[in-house]
């Protein structure tokens, strides 16, 4: 996903979601809707399936979707979603938090466990907040050439 991405020139932020998945975000200038953002990310998934077929799948429906594969799940692009926002704790047995991450331990494989409410705080002191680039205005990728 975050080769896909920077091959369209995209930057791409990651982050646990304090339970099983990693949320991948792109800071995107503001001007298209909802639908076509949703749009775009439900054709960026179905692409990057036909690409790797063995490994990733944009099957929403669990009775449809091939076992073995990791979701792409574009629907989180959907209205009224809901999400583990940034920093927040979970409903886990070891307080896990929902916690950005770098790419590099993305690849070196991360766990739930890795990020808990008595050890986060003391990650973000000494990494700082790796959040921090979403919020800029500088740095946002405008969808339009895709829309």
């Not at 209205?79 to 938090?97: D, F, N």
Request: charged share 25%; hydrophobic share 40%.
């Amino acid at each position: 996903m975050r080769d896909g991405l920077a091959a369209l020139g995209m930057p791409a932020f990651a982050k646990t979601t304090g339970s099983r998945g990693i949320h991948v975000y792109v800071p995107i200038a503001r001007g298209p809707s909802q639908n076509d953002v949703w749009g775009f990310a439900k054709r960026f998934a179905q692409s990057l399936e036909a690409l790797q077929p063995r490994l990733i799948t944009a099957e929403y429906r669990v009775a449809k979707r091939p076992a073995g594969r990791v979701l792409v799940d574009y629907n989180q692009n959907a209205w009224g979603r809901t999400l583990a926002s940034v920093y927040s704790v979970r409903p886990h047995p070891r307080a896990a938090v929902s916690t950005p991450v770098s790419w590099k331990e993305v690849e070196r494989g991360i766990s739930i466990e890795d990020f808990r409410m008595d050890n986060v705080p003391d990650r973000v002191g000494k990494l700082g907040d790796l959040w921090a680039p979403l919020l800029e205005a500088k740095g946002r990728f405008s969808l339009a050439r895709f829309l």
